[in-house]
């Protein structure tokens, strides 16, 4: 202070940098900024100082320098007025707010509304900045209490910016406290009225980019997965449109997350990596590293360490699980991480690591607490996919530990939430998809019924020993709902319009309407492509169709639900059985039933690993031996052999074991009805173990009694359609003259038309299964004139000259069979199923059993065409008991009068007579038919289980 006691003006921005610097007391900073103002330039002066003291606090970066910072520029604009402070220690807030202290920043909000009463605007902007700080304290009564006030205001003065934002934070608030309900309520008006918010009103406001994202993440906390996928889709193309690339990678990232969360791996990694090799190229390789699950040497410049040791843990637990203990500490960061940032989600997804992690270093009791904290995380978040996982992962971590009882009583309950997010998942495929994350709780439910009836059978305790012999029927229901749930509800509804076509014809057209929508929402999903318009769609065609049926008086109203082991029983014949196969990750759970409900169960320990091994090795095993040079031909017979052989010890002794103990009458039939990778299995093997018993596949057990009350009489118009590219030496030979088959041009367009009125269909032609995309699986037919134009066929020609394909989307999309009593698939590869992890059943097999046929035959390897033809031969004089047809007969010239008698034996049955009938067939007698000397050399030629087992009947004859 000068010697004379005058005051000269004090520079306001140098005495707070004063401050900050530590070169200057807050109570001396306080005294020189409150000295008076002798002039209006002086004012003007100060005013301008706050002005630029309000930018400081906007870039401050930390909680106490913004706070400092807050509290001296409100001291510094006493002199200009109380809406300027206000102002001031709104700033603040704002950049407290951004700083993770919302206690600090309501502080000084309560002091700013009072300031700034009289000014409508400025109280509207400390009000949303009030609430923001309420939903960052998850303060929800207090924020609902304000709310209607502050809606009130922002209306009155047209404020679309502020109003959507506070409905994003309403959002955010009911979504944390698992209320998903009001929660998607509130971020569809927030993201109705953010769409409406002029670009230059929008400085201060979220993207709309960013409310498609929290609309999508609430969707699928909330179990609503249509509108989650149409949500994140809608975020990536509004993040492209605004050039937003961060954005834009984000979305496919949350696209990959959701189908992980399904289970779906292979277009988890897909998008994952889409959204991984964008993220590199716009300089986010963290982000790049984490989706590929890497784990960085060293940090990198710019890393973020709070979210870095999320990603460094679960890339360890993923890719080097021996090193756990060094993902524990980096773990627990990670969990305080995401709870001081209200992120349920990734807190639940720790938490969940550290289970996994604690239970590799050998910390059970810890492990389960850490899931049980998992598992209250999503609870009351309401995230009820995750819920359902991580209650899985408990029920599995105690049945390890030997507690079964409460291994038990958890997977009850994950089993209902699976089934109540099943049966709200409108769309197929996404039902399926939640089938994928609903199958491991199957999984582990399967395993602990399969252990209770081994352990219990011969307890002292009687209540157990009782319970232990009633899980053969429970494991038949579980099995059924683990899997073809969408089979069956097909089956049922073509049940019901059938019943009804007659009375209402327009159901069927409804109906096939509707699957057509579900293929093409398949084919969308299976390609990665934009769900939202098939979706749209397909709840087009799902109105339509109820609507159709509601004219008619007729419920469509069907489930999952499963057959009793009662009703399955009652639909089996005296001399069948039914053997149902449930995979687990530890082995396959064997079933049989037989007609008077005498049940048996058997847990065989053959690890999926070594499932999908054996999978590879039979398929590379039958290619080598196809394919065999002369000179090979010994070595890939006994390489075949070899593994037939392991197949049988690993699987097919304990069927026939298992079947010998219930049934000491040996069956005359089997009904198989495997999951998943063990569709792809070859069953006959089992019929040479009990005494010649007949063979027959089922998509799921509860198929039985619903392809069994099917009416199909078989004598309407039977049609073949033959080899378009003639490449096929032997595939006219399939069929005899006699039996009148009428031909079908191989044009998708000819056999949606003719087929329909078929009591028979035969193809011979080449058959492609495509793994990827099983609904693009197919028959080989003539090019259609513009591919492009039809959604559910193959992708168009590229220039190649490749040939069209009859797609299982078309048949299963727009083919209806209600004649239909069997099709003939003489075609490679044409009844493998798609590897699903929920075990659905989509296939050539499938399809046509969804569209209404009774029995298919197909082949579950590339079919040699001379051994199909003379295996076709005698399959049709078997099924028809027409001696002309066989193979030692040579053909006739004259075809026979139309059919009309019905078949004199069962399609299993006849096949079982042709297995027999190639298997003993002489090389003269193959070469006479066939009309050439080049056969394999050795007599009978075709005696190998290559030639004889390639195809099985699927059905119920």
Excluded at 365 to 380: D, G, K, M, S, V
Excluded at 423 to 431: C, F, H, K, Q
Aim: with cysteine; hydrophobic share 45%.
């Amino acid at each position: 202070m000068p010697s004379d006691g005058s005051y000269p003006y004090a520079d306001g921005v140098e005495i707070v940098s004063a401050v900050l610097d530590g070169q200057l007391a807050r109570t001396d900073a306080t005294e020189l900024l409150r000295r008076p103002l002798d002039s209006a330039a002086h004012l003007h002066l100060r005013h301008a100082e706050v002005v630029r003291l309000g930018e400081l606090i906007e870039q401050a970066p930390s909680i106490e320098r913004a706070r400092a910072l807050t509290e001296l520029t409100a001291v510094a604009a006493e002199f200009l007025g109380s809406e300027a402070r206000g102002r001031a220690l709104g700033q603040g807030a704002a950049r407290l707010l951004d700083l993770k202290a919302p206690e600090t920043a309501l502080t000084l909000l309560d002091e700013a509304r009072e300031l700034l009463a009289g000014d409508g605007l400025l109280a509207l902007e400390a009000g949303k900045l009030r609430l923001r700080a309420l939903c960052d304290l998850d303060r929800r009564a207090d924020f609902e209490r304000d709310l209607p006030a502050f809606l009130a205001e922002a209306e009155r003065h047209g404020s679309g910016a502020d109003l959507c934002m506070v409905l994003y934070d309403r959002a955010q608030l009911a979504a944390r406290s698992g209320d998903t309900v009001s929660a998607l309520t509130s971020a569809r008006e927030a993201r109705r009225i953010r769409a409406a918010v002029a670009a230059q009103d929008s400085g201060y406001v979220r993207s709309p980019a960013s409310f498609a994202h929290q609309h999508g993440m609430i969707a699928r906390q909330g179990g609503r997965f249509e509108e989650a996928f149409g949500a994140l889709e809608d975020m990536r193309s509004l993040a492209l449109a605004a050039g937003q690339e961060p954005a834009a990678a984000w979305a496919l990232s949350e696209l990959g997350i959701t189908w992980d969360l399904f289970g779906d791996a292979r277009r988890a990694a897909e998008l994952l990596e889409r959204a991984a090799t964008e993220a590199e190229r716009i300089g986010r390789r963290v982000w790049a590293d984490h989706w590929r699950h890497r784990t960085p040497d060293q940090p990198r410049y710019g890393d973020d360490e709070e979210s870095a040791s999320w990603h460094r843990a679960s890339s360890i637990m993923l890719t080097a699980p021996d090193r756990a203990a060094d993902a524990v500490p980096l773990l627990r960061a990670a969990i305080a991480t995401a709870r001081d940032a209200h992120q349920p989600d990734l807190e639940a997804d720790a938490r969940n690591q550290l289970a996994a992690a604690l239970q590799q270093c050998g910390r059970p009791e810890q492990a389960q607490l850490a899931l049980r904290a998992a598992i209250a995380t999503t609870r009351r978040s309401g995230d009820l996919l995750r819920e359902l996982r991580y209650v899985t992962n408990l029920a599995r971590h105690l049945m390890f530990e030997d507690d079964v009882e409460d291994a038990q009583q958890e997977i009850a309950a994950a089993l209902e939430l699976g089934e109540r997010l099943r049966a709200d998942a409108a769309a197929v495929e996404l039902s399926q998809n939640v089938a994928i994350t609903l199958a491991r709780a199957y999984d582990t439910a399967i395993l602990i019924a399969a252990a209770v009836h081994k352990v219990g059978l011969g307890a002292a305790d009687a209540a157990y020993a009782d319970l232990a012999r009633r899980q053969p029927e429970a494991l038949l229901e579980m099995g059924q709902r683990a899997r073809a749930a969408t089979m069956t509800e097909a089956l049922r509804v073509g049940q019901i319009v059938e019943r009804h076509a007659d009375a209402a014809p327009a159901l069927v057209p409804a109906m096939l309407e509707l699957r057509t929508a579900e293929a093409a929402v398949q084919l969308a999903a299976a390609r990665s492509g934009n769900l939202a318009p098939a979706l749209s769609a397909r709840d087009r065609s799902a109105a339509r169709l109820t609507a159709v049926a509601g004219a008619a008086g007729v419920s469509l109203t069907v489930g999952s639900e499963p057959v009793p082991a009662a009703e399955l029983a009652a639909a089996l014949r005296p001399d069948e059985v039914l053997v149902d196969l449930l995979t687990v990750p530890e082995g396959v759970v064997v079933t049989c039933l037989t007609p008077a409900g005498r049940s048996g169960v058997e847990l065989v320990l053959w690890p999926e690993e070594d499932r999908r091994g054996m999978l590879l090795r039979l398929k590379r095993a039958y290619r080598e031996r196809l394919g065999a040079h002369p000179d090979d031909l010994a070595e890939t017979r006994l390489l075949l052999r070899s593994a037939l052989a392991d197949l049988d010890t690993a699987l097919l002794d304990a069927v026939r074991d298992t079947v010998r103990r219930v049934s000491p009458d040996p069956p005359r039939r089997m009904l198989v009805s495997p999951e998943n990778e063990l569709f792809h299995l070859p069953y006959w093997r089992l019929s040479d173990r009990l005494d010649g018993c007949v063979v027959s596949i089922l998509p799921t057990p509860g198929a039985l009694p619903l392809l069994r009350a099917r009416r199909r009489d078989g004598r309407r118009p039977w049609v073949s359609v033959g080899d378009p590219s003639g490449t096929l030496r032997h595939a006219g030979l399939d069929l005899s003259p006699a039996l009148d088959y009428r031909p079908c041009p191989p044009e998708t367009g000819a056999l949606l038309s003719t087929l329909p009125g078929a009591g028979r269909v035969h193809f011979a032609c080449h058959g492609s299964f495509d793994e990827d995309n099983s609904q693009l699986s197919g028959l080989e037919v003539l090019p259609a004139p513009d591919p492009a134009a039809d959604p559910l066929a193959a992708p168009p020609d590229d220039g190649s000259g490749a040939p069209g394909r009859f797609t299982v989307a078309q048949i299963s999309g727009r083919l209806h069979l209600p004649h239909c009593a069997l099709v003939v698939l003489s075609a490679c590869t044409s009844g493998l199923p798609r590897l699903h992890p929920a075990s659905e059943f989509t296939g050539l097999p499938g399809a046509f059993l969804m569209s209404g046929t009774r029995n298919v035959v197909a082949s579950l390897w590339p079919a040699s065409d001379a051994a199909a033809a003379l295996l076709m031969r005698a399959f049709y004089a078997a099924l028809d008991d027409d001696p002309s047809a066989a193979p030692s007969a040579a053909p006739s010239a004259a075809p026979s009068a139309a059919p009309s008698a019905a078949p004199s034996a069962a399609p299993s049955a006849a096949l079982a007579a042709a297995r027999r009938r190639l298997a003993g067939t002489s090389r003269a007698e193959a070469a006479e038919l066939l009309g050439t000397g080049e056969l394999p050399p050795f007599d009978p030629p075709f005696a190998e289980t290559v030639f004889t087992d390639c195809f099985q009947h699927y059905g119920v004859d």
